[in-house]
């Protein structure tokens, strides 16, 4: 398992597009935080804070999440190593999250520059170190588990595919529904009180709470459940080609 694991996390950095999507993801990132006169740029809002790195991030992470997972089994279809894949002494399961903790580790190898960011604010704080530190990291925890659900996501669009491309579009609509469909649906406020079970069925209102810093039992619960449920959709996709 761990082989298979290092093998796909050198498999994306040895890629020249690898390396592209992250310097891109993180290039636009600080264009939008630092430079662009936009509501999120820190210099501007007079607050040290990186809260615009939060609000930002979810919608960065539907595009750079289902590049780093597009891969991940539509490639091996593609090249006919899928079989061989699965026949190795190891269970389906074992293949699927040693893909999904490659995914996970990426983005946050992705997300580890950003701590620039918050480097940077500290020193410009007046006083000096004037920023919400743990309120920040509670924020980064909240980040990393939109991420590893995008992830779980992107791990099962790919599953389903043997091409790339199609993989990254339905990973992205997949990632950009769960993050936003469920608040929009109940937006039209047709069920009445199931109107708020239905909001609370998407992503963005859980990552709401925690995007703020708050840790709450019932957000984790959430996401380990979304994650749990994309991880065993793939288990069954991977098993329906052995019937």
Known sequence: MFTLLKKEIRSFLSSLIGYITIIVFLLVMGLFLWVLQTDSNIIDSGYSNIDGLF????????????????????????????????????????????????????????????????YSVRKL??????????GMWGSYIGLLFLGGAFVSIGIFASAITDNQVVSFILALFLCFFFYTGFDFISSFALFGKIDTVISSLGINNHYGSMSRGVIDTRDMIYFFSLIAIFIFSTKTVLESRKW
Do not use: C, H
Request: glycine share 6%; charged share 15%; aromatic share 14%.
């Open 55 to 118: 609000i930002l991030a979810p919608w960065f992470f539907l595009f750079l999440i289902p590049a780093i997972t597009m891969r991940s089994f539509a490639d091996e279809k593609k090249a006919g190593t899928i079989e061989l894949l699965l026949t190795r002494p190891i269970t389906d399961l074992q293949i699927i999250v040693a893909k999904y903790l490659a995914g996970f580790l990426l983005v946050l190898f992705s997300l580890l520059p950003t701590l620039i960011y918050y």
């Open 125 to 134: 704080g007046n006083p000096i170190g004037n920023i919400d530190t743990g």
